[in-house]
C-alpha cells in the first residue's frame, strides 16, 4: 500500500510540474504578443463596478417594536429600553 501511494504521489509531482511548464511557456507566449502594440490598444481595461457599501436604510418602527418586545418579555429593563428607544429615534 505504502509503495502504491507513492506512486500516486510521484505522478501526481510530475503532472503539477508540466502544468506549471506549459503554463510558464503560455505565459511568455502572451507576453510576446503583448509587446506588438496594436494589441495592446486594441484591449480597454473594463471600467471598476460602482461600489456601495452604505448599510440599508433603518426602519424605525420595525425597530421600536422589535425593543419593546424584548421589553415586555423582560430582557431589556424600563432604563434600557428607554435608552435604546432613544438611540433609534435618533434624540
Known amino acids: 500500500m505504502g509503495m ?4 500516486r504521489r510521484r505522478r501526481m509531482v510530475a503532472v503539477g ?36 457599501y452604505s448599510p440599508p436604510p433603518i426602519d424605525t418602527a420595525g425597530e421600536i417594536d422589535h425593543l419593546a418586545q424584548l421589553h415586555a ?8 429600553f428607554a435608552a435604546a428607544k432613544a438611540k433609534v429615534l435618533g434624540s
Request: glycine residues 10%; negative net charge; charged residues 30%.
Open 73 to 80: 418579555s423582560g430582557v431589556l429593563s424600563d432604563d434600557e
Open 17 to 52: 510540474a508540466i502544468a506549471h511548464h506549459e503554463g510558464v511557456k503560455r505565459g511568455e507566449a502572451e507576453a510576446g504578443y503583448a509587446d506588438q502594440g496594436a494589441a495592446d490598444q486594441a484591449y480597454a481595461e473594463p471600467a471598476p463596478a460602482p461600489t456601495d
Open 4 to 7: 502504491r501511494r507513492r506512486q
